[in-house]
DNA sequence: CATATTAATCGCAATATTACGATTTATTTT
DNA sequence: AAAATAAATCGTAATATTGCGATTAATATG
């Protein structure tokens, strides 16, 4: 059939798994460590920065944004990008639970 | 064209994105967590858990093996899984970096 | 108001992912 | 050696992703 079982998963292996689809592409994971770098984060500077189209670009900034992790407001001609700090904290919290917390002890292989 | 650009991008970036691509599946969020919790971790008692077929299971089984996530250890007739502990705290130390040292600070928007 | 600039959206082609049933492989038990 | 059990692999269908050029939409400038 091809597509994802959603229901038959608790909210939380949804929701992880969703985030981490979100980073799960090297471009996204690019344009999430320029903006945790940078000052300045308008579109036109991505699209400069990494090498792909312009269109590419906007497609993949959809993503981070429909995930929540990246928020865009327009300046002018331009659209100035950055981190959702609110999302992007809710996302540590569960990802450091689910790292931190969960140290790996019991081996049986 | 439809096939990731793997070699603009940083060694560092093409790597969590292959991990998070991963994660990046509620039934290997499920099958990582179940992994975490028991001590018992046999492929068939993956497959009665989750609600998927056999096939499905083994498929996922396979990508987070790839990804170095998980180690099976053959007993008997059946296969038994854990946490690939090395990997795991590799990659922990990884995500800590990218998530926890990186403090929002600059707004733009 | 016409033109330039920036970014979103559309349409398409190539490739990847997800899921399952059927089959195969490997090991154990009879 | 034959039968049973567990898991990997194969083949296939449905759907999703990636990337780009072309177009559209929105704002700014001459």
Redesign the pocket.
């Known amino acids: ?6 229901e ?1 998963f608790t909210s939380k292996q949804n929701r992880l ?1 969703l985030l981490f ?1 979100a980073l ?5 994971m690019a344009i999430i460590q320029q903006l945790l770098k940078m000052d300045t984060c ?6 400069s920065e990494l ?13 981070l ?1 429909k995930a929540g992790l990246i928020k ?1 407001t ?8 950055c981190i959702d700090e609110k999302t992007w904290n809710n996302v540590k919290s569960e990802v450091e639970s689910l790292f931190i917390s969960c140290s790996v002890k019991n081996k049986c292989c």
């Open positions: 059939m091809g597509l994802t079982k959603s038959i798994a689809k799960a592409h090297p471009a996204r308008f579109c036109g500077d991505l699209v090498g792909l189209a312009q269109s590419t670009i906007s497609q993949h900034l959809l993503e944004k865009g327009v300046e002018g001609v331009s659209v100035c990008y």
